[in-house]
């Protein structure tokens, strides 16, 4: 009993994500910022989807767990913008402080097996790893080319930023890079994206 005590705070510690907003604006239901749980939900059935374009094998489970657990963290330490350097590098610790925290909340062995794939999503250093962070990086990508350019319109972001970020897709998934090339060469003929 005292496991599923456990394994129940920690699913009610989740609902908690449902209140995390995004930069990245939903184009339906009036432009509304995006939250964090919509965000995990939308990237790990994308993964599913586009995850016969992966030239190397990854384990879909895997992938798809932690999709679903990548953003966690962010009920302590909250969304940092994707393109905020100094932000994104003053919230590591942060993050890992907040993975041990809510992970922690369940039983021994599923804190640390959840542990280990988020901490493994945050290296990117695995096949699984860096299909998992493509995809994560992938979705905000086609949300603000289907928005007319969006957070990157609002934030002033520039085509070698947006490259740069998602270069997870070069070398695992060529076609969805080729593909996100594309996109972010029509975004920038469009002035969605500053030119460098």
Known sequence: MENLNQQIDF???LDRLKAIQRRCRIK???NRFENSAEHSWHIALMAQVLSVYADEPVNLDRVVTMLLIHDIVE???GDT???DTAGQESTVDIEAEAADRIFGLLPE???KSYRTLWQEF???ETADGRFAKA???MLPLLQNCRNEGGSWVEHDVSRSQVIKRNEYLKGLVPRLWDYALNEIDQATD???LKRD
């Open 122 to 124: 945050e290296d990117a």
């Open 109 to 111: 062995a599923q804190a």
């Open 135 to 137: 995809m994560d990086r």
């Open 11 to 13: 699913i009610m510690e």
């Open 28 to 30: 339906c239901d009036d």
């Open 190 to 192: 469009k002035g969605w």
């Open 81 to 83: 913008f994707a393109f």
């Open 75 to 77: 009920i302590d330490a």
